[in-house]
C-alpha cells in the first residue's frame, strides 16, 4: 500500500528526475531530505517554487519536486529574480538552493539584501568549499589550511556565511552536514514552517576534488569534528505534541508562526537560539578549534518580511485583473500633477 502524507500524495509527487552528479555527492543527500520534508509537511507540490543559480549544487533543482515552479538564473542573482517572483507571487513557498560559490562570491552582495529584506524563503548553501564544475578550485568559504587533492593548502581567509547572515539579522540561521540526515530533516521542515528568511548552511563534501583527510570539507574529517549544538525535532502543527515522546535530558521547544514546533534537545554547554551572541561565540569557538558546529544557531520570529514591509495585498499581485493593477487616467493625471506641483 502507497503511503500518502497529510494530503493524501504519496511521496514520489515530489520526487524529480535522475540526478547526474558523481556518486556519493553530498547534494544528493540533500534533495533527497527536501523531497522527504515537502512531503511530511504537507505542502502542495503545486505551491512550492525552488529557485538556483549556477553550479553542481544549483543543477540539484531538476533532482527534487518536479511538479512544482522553478528557475535556474544566472550566476550569483538567484536572490533578486526569487525577490521579483516572491513579490508577485507571495503565497507560494520558496526553495532556494545555491552553492559556496553562487553565494559567497559572485552571489554575496544579493545574498546580503535578500537577508536584510528579509525574504520569504528558504535558502539552502551546499557547501563544499570547491568549484565543483570548474576542477576543483578553492571557494571563498574554504578554511585557511584546508587541502584538496593535489593542490597546496589554501591560505586565504574564508567566509563564515552563518556568521554573516546571524550579523545581518538573519531570523532563522543553522548548520548543518549532508551526512546527518536526522538533523538536516529537522532543520528543512522547521524551516519550510518559518515565515520569513531561512538559512541553511549545509557542509555537503564534494567526492571529486575534496574527499580526502586534508580538506576540513571531506566527509571523514566532517565525521570526526562535528560539534552538535543539540538534537533537533521538528513537531507538525497537525500532530499533537503530547503524543511525541519526550527524550531525556534538558530540552525545550520553539514554536513557529503555523502552530509547529521546533524541539532542542541539549546535548552538550546549554546554548540559547535566541541570542546572537551565543551564535557567535559557538561559531568562533568551533573555527578556533577547527571544527564544525552544526545545529539551529540563531532563532528569532516576529521579524516582518518584505512583502509586509511593503504592505502588499494579501492577493497576490500575479492573480490581480488588470484594473486593479494598473491606475485609472483619472488617478495617474492627478498623481503626475502632484510631482509636477
Not at 511530511?40 to 549544487?57: E, F, R, Y
Not at 548543518?176 to 532543520?187: E, H, I, M, V
Request: glycine share 8%.
Amino acid at each position: 500500500m502507497v503511503k500518502l502524507n497529510v494530503i493524501d500524495r504519496p511521496i514520489d509527487d515530489y520526487r524529480g528526475a535522475k540526478s547526474t552528479l558523481c556518486p556519493g555527492c553530498g547534494h544528493d543527500a540533500i534533495s533527497s531530505v527536501i523531497i522527504s520534508s515537502a512531503w511530511a509537511n504537507g505542502l502542495p507540490p503545486k505551491q512550492l517554487a525552488k529557485m538556483s543559480g549556477i553550479g553542481c549544487s544549483s543543477k540539484t533543482p531538476a533532482y527534487f519536486l518536479g511538479q512544482s515552479h522553478g528557475f535556474n538564473t544566472a550566476h550569483g542573482r538567484m536572490p533578486s529574480v526569487t525577490t521579483g517572483a516572491a513579490m508577485a507571487n507571495r503565497d507560494l513557498c520558496f526553495i532556494a538552493v545555491s552553492g559556496d560559490g553562487d553565494t559567497a562570491s559572485i552571489g554575496i552582495g544579493q545574498f546580503i539584501h535578500a537577508i536584510r529584506r528579509n525574504l520569504n524563503m528558504v535558502y539552502i548553501v551546499e557547501n563544499n568549499g570547491v568549484y565543483g564544475l570548474t576542477k576543483g578550485q578553492y571557494s571563498a568559504t574554504a578554511e585557511e589550511g584546508s587541502q584538496k587533492r593535489k593542490s597546496a593548502p589554501n591560505q586565504t581567509q574564508p567566509i563564515d556565511l552563518c556568521k554573516l547572515a546571524i550579523t545581518l539579522g538573519c531570523p532563522f540561521v543553522a548548520r548543518s552536514f549532508s551526512g546527518s540526515r536526522q538533523q538536516l530533516t529537522a532543520l528543512v521542515r522547521a524551516a519550510l514552517s518559518h515565515h520569513g528568511m531561512a538559512v541553511i548552511d549545509v557542509i555537503s563534501p564534494c567526492v571529486t576534488f575534496a574527499n580526502n583527510d586534508e580538506s576540513l570539507k571531506s566527509y571523514g574529517y566532517v565525521k570526526s569534528h562535528d560539534e552538535e549544538l543539540h538534537v533537533v525535532d521538528y513537531i507538525p502543527h497537525f500532530e499533537p505534541i503530547t503524543e511525541v515522546e519526550v527524550p531525556e535530558g534538558e530540552f525545550r521547544e520553539v514554536q513557529l508562526h503555523d502552530g509547529s514546533f521546533i524541539r532542542l534537545e541539549t546535548i552538550g554547554d546549554a546554548h540559547d537560539p535566541a541570542s546572537e551572541m551565543a551564535a557567535l561565540e559557538a561559531l568562533h569557538r568551533a573555527e578556533v578549534a577547527q571544527k564544525h558546529v552544526t545545529g539551529l544557531l540563531y532563532f528569532n520570529p516576529g521579524k516582518p518580511t518584505l512583502d509586509e514591509t511593503l504592505n502588499l495585498v494579501e492577493t497576490p499581485l500575479a492573480e490581480l485583473p488588470d484594473e486593479r493593477l494598473k491606475p485609472s487616467r483619472e488617478s495617474l493625471e492627478e498623481l503626475l500633477a502632484g510631482f509636477r506641483s
